[in-house]
């Protein structure tokens, strides 16, 4: 999913999980557990000054980062537990000799693919050796197009994202989709930032880009100034890129062309016959996200020199193929996006990384393995009725609010109403039949699931909206709103403690994934989202005076990030970025909070371990965020993540609330506390 950038438009719980997965410990038999265990808090910090540090304080001394990873939390945890499962169906499996076509060969062999490191390591470069001989034959601008083409239909996306989705405008359609892209770091800031972090990566980044170029066989000069020319028409294309806070406005992204419009923007581009060599055929319109970056490479098409294209094709390819090559490309790729990038000390054992790889690849296939033997239909009835209970107390929410028409809340009821609920997996499951895997070479493997995927998409073309389609493998930890479907998703991963457990009290489910299903569900009315309307269209819903309500009272939260400093005060959340998912934290636990109450133990006043129900409820929803992060993964999250840290996501929403002030005595002078004028409010 994330090759064609859908993580882009679909709205997830949290960034940098999606395709890793976990297994529903909710089946195992397990001891009894304390689910608000107080030797993981830490009763020293005041709740009111740091409700975060209260309830987390005790499992972060604990649980130092492992030196496989960038950061350690509740999250975490699972994600590890679950490969471990993952890598079991596997290994299993890999053994089974089963069948020629069959579920368990496919995964089975693939796993055995990656798993045999000494032919991986006797094959070098080899596995690109046709596509490297290819570029070097290039021998015009026109040449250099037809491979990016070449690539496209391979299933890999140099220079530019291309994808087929839904038309924001009319989504009972879908559409040929351009997207800016054809960046090695992790966004465009990094190629213009001026602090000595940034700096410092770039300069790692062009060591980076040599490096892998003397691996493709360059002298050290021919190594060294390949780098600085990537570098170069890298730092072009980021130039031309937009800003990752201008990617949240929907209206400033869609530019809905005729393919001769296109060409007239981009008149070194031959559109017409460049679609074609990328397998897609009789489409008359385009939606382009970005028309400045198709610009720009037209303009780079002639202001960059055919030698410096094709060495970028050239890193393209290195740079796709490394993480499943031998192990001294492995470990350049590793040096640079693990430990530069990330902080990461040590790499990860490859039978996690396989097992990753995997569940990316072919996620439906492992997934089906993965459900029969973990989730039972009774998770999916208890979330039925779980969200039937938010979305009847959102409806209430609406009607009462004080700032808002009675006809937009109207059609805002009316969007409720129309959200499609997913559970745990996909009622209809993407037909891998065409795919073949063999032992014989994992990136033959990895390359023929990117053709798969490609096809599969293309091939959506002209055709009816499956709505029934996941844009997550079932075993993974998260969730997600999706605005042109106007659907709620919830793979079976995120359906186990801290967010939910048979066992556990109300107080504890409806903090967890009662806060989650808020979340998703706000998402369908945040600063985005309310722009389209219960069919997923784009289209305006609000009276002027509504939105202007809604406007004033979105800044409260902006300006209430903006103010959370990070990484000892040398930097901030950015508001603006992260305005969607602040807006969804807020309404979610004010949300999941009102439904608890219906409840009967939110209606009790009877302690569980010392705590209240309304305290149990506000811990619960702590411990989801407790985690531990490295200071580089924190500084590239502040640049790339549109959710805030964990302690702001635990604190942010809560400082806005009298119930929390109220289940913890919260005062004038304490730290989280606000005056009630400056308290967020919007759902
Ligand atoms: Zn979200």
């Known amino acids: ?175 040929s989709q351009l997207s800016q892209g054809g960046l090695g770091l992790p966004d465009r800031d990094y190629y213009f930032k001026d602090d000595d972090r940034t700096k410092n990566i770039r300069a790692e980044y062009v060591k980076y880009l040599s490096a892998m170029f003397s691996l493709i066989g360059d002298d050290a000069a021919k190594a060294q100034a390949n780098a600085n020319a990537v570098m170069k ?50 489409v008359n319109n385009v939606l382009v996200r970005q028309p400045n970056f198709y610009k720009e490479v037209n303009k780079q098409l002639s202001a960059t020199s055919l030698a410096d294209w094709k060495a970028y094709l050239r890193w393209n390819t290195a740079k796709n193929a490394a993480p499943f090559l031998s192990s001294s490309f492995v470990s350049e790729n590793f040096n640079f996006y693990g430990k530069v990038l990330t902080g990461q000390k040590m790499m990860k054992p490859r039978k996690e990384r396989v097992a990753t790889v995997i569940d990316g690849s072919m996620g439906e296939v492992l997934g089906k393995l993965y459900v029969d033997k973990n989730f039972k239909p009774e998770a999916k009835a208890r979330m039925m009725q779980l969200i039937e209970n938010l979305s009847q107390t959102y409806e209430q929410r609406i009607k009462r609010l004080d700032w808002m028409s009675e006809t937009t809340k109207d059609k805002a009821i009316a969007k409720l109403h129309a959200f499609i609920r997913k559970i745990g997996y996909p009622d209809k499951w993407k037909d891998y039949s065409s795919v073949q895997t063999s032992r014989s070479s994992y990136y033959k493997n990895v390359q023929e699931c990117n053709r798969f995927d490609y096809n599969y998409m293309i091939h959506k073309l002209g055709k009816p909206v499956d709505k029934t389609e996941w844009g997550m493998t079932p075993p993974t930890v998260n969730a997600y709103y999706n605005p042109v479907v106007n659907e709620i998703v919830f793979p079976a991963g995120i359906l186990q403690f801290p967010f939910f457990d048979f066992e556990a009290d109300d107080a504890i489910n409806y903090g967890g994934i009662g806060g989650v299903i808020g979340h998703e569900m706000t998402h369908g009315f945040d600063d985005e989202g309310r722009q389209y309307d219960a069919q997923g269209n784009l289209k305006d819903w609000w009276t002027a005076e509504d939105a202007t309500n809604f406007n004033a009272r979105a800044k409260m939260v902006v300006d209430q990030f903006n103010g959370y400093s990070v990484l000892n005060g040398t930097t901030h959340v950015n508001g603006q970025l992260t305005l969607g998912e602040n807006l969804a934290d807020l309404g979610g636990i004010n949300i999941a909070y009102e439904a608890f109450k219906k409840t ?84």
């Open 600 to 683: 009967k133990q939110g209606q009790s006043n009877e302690k569980i371990d010392g705590f209240t129900p309304d305290q149990r409820f506000f811990l619960s929803w702590a411990q989801v965020w407790r985690a531990n992060i490295r200071d580089e993964a924190q500084a590239q999250r502040i640049v790339t993540d549109p959710h805030s840290p964990g302690m702001y996501r635990c604190n942010g929403p809560l400082s806005n609330m009298p119930e929390f002030y109220a289940a913890f005595g919260v005062k004038e002078g304490d730290k989280m506390w606000k005056p009630e004028a400056q308290r967020a409010k919007v759902w």
């Open 1 to 175: 999913m994330k090759k064609y950038n859908l993580m882009k438009l679909i709205k997830p719980f949290l960034l940098g999980v999606a395709g890793i997965s976990v297994t529903t410990l909710a089946f195992k038999q397990l001891p009894t557990r304390k689910f608000i265990d107080a030797s993981n808090m830490d009763t020293s910090v005041s709740p009111g000054d740091n409700f975060y540090l209260y309830a987390n304080g005790g499992w972060l001394k604990k649980n130092p980062i492992p030196a496989s990873e960038t950061r350690w939390g509740s999250f975490n945890e699972l994600i590890k537990h679950n490969n471990d499962e993952l890598q079991n169906l596997l290994q299993q499996a890999s053994k089974s000799k089963a069948a020629m076509g069959t579920d368990e060969q496919k995964v089975g062999d693939f796993y055995t693919s990656g798993m045999d490191s000494l032919s991986i390591e006797k094959a070098g470069m080899k596995p690109i050796s046709a596509d490297l001989a290819r570029i070097a034959a290039i021998k015009d601008s026109k040449g250099i197009l037809n491979e990016v083409a070449f690539e496209h239909s391979q299933g890999n996306s140099p220079l530019f994202n291309f994808f087929v989705y839904q038309d924001d405008k009319n989504s009972s359609e879908v559409i």
């Open 233 to 282: 028409l890298e730092t072009a294309l980021a130039s031309a890129s937009m800003t990752r806070v201008e990617l949240r406005d929907p209206n400033k992204v869609y530019h809905k062309m005729t393919i001769a419009e296109l060409n007239a923007i981009t008149p070194a581009i031959n559109w017409n016959d460049l679609l074609p060599r990328m397998m897609v055929n009789g």
